[in-house]
């Protein structure tokens, strides 16, 4: 999917709502490179049966494609949620350029919570990370999604 990133937060969040729809834990990502949207992608654990399909792993899998390299140095993670530990070794390994989250994840975060993964000697790569994008709709979209299981 290549366009002109009108508000990727906005586009992660769409897609969070979508995978809230699906029965999916709300989480959505959007990957851009040099201005231009190349990835998206909402969680997906439950339609593939896979607990790697994070909505991060599968966007940035789906740049890797695009940009045809096993790095993506140039671009930029938008995710509405904190990411954890294996999205956070996952976007260190790939050299993302910049994270941008929503709501922090006091539980699985591995950013700014948890283990802070980027600030752990063994990690070889930090990105920028700009943490509180659309902090509120991110937290309420979970917090709807895990009331109406309760």
Do not use: W
Request: net charge neutral; glycine share 8%.
């Amino acid at each position: 999917m290549t366009n002109k990133p009108q508000n990727p937060m906005e586009m992660a969040l769409a897609l969070a709502e979508e995978a809230a729809r699906n029965g999916e834990v709300p989480v959505g990502a959007v990957v851009v490179h040099e201005g231009e949207i190349i990835a998206t992608a909402a969680n997906q654990m439950k339609a593939l049966g896979d607990p790697t399909a994070h909505a991060e792993m599968v966007a940035m899998r789906k740049a890797l494609e695009v940009v045809g390299s096993g790095r993506l140095a140039a671009c930029d993670l938008y995710v509405t949620l904190e990411p954890c530990t294996m999205c956070a070794g996952a976007i260190a390994h790939a050299k993302i350029r910049r994270v941008y989250y929503g709501a922090e994840d006091a539980k699985g975060g591995a950013v700014d919570n948890g283990v802070r993964f980027f600030n752990q000697p063994t990690c070889h790569h930090k990105p920028e990370v700009i943490s509180g994008l659309m902090e509120s709709k991110s937290a309420k979209l979970l917090q709807s999604f895990f009331l109406d299981r309760r």
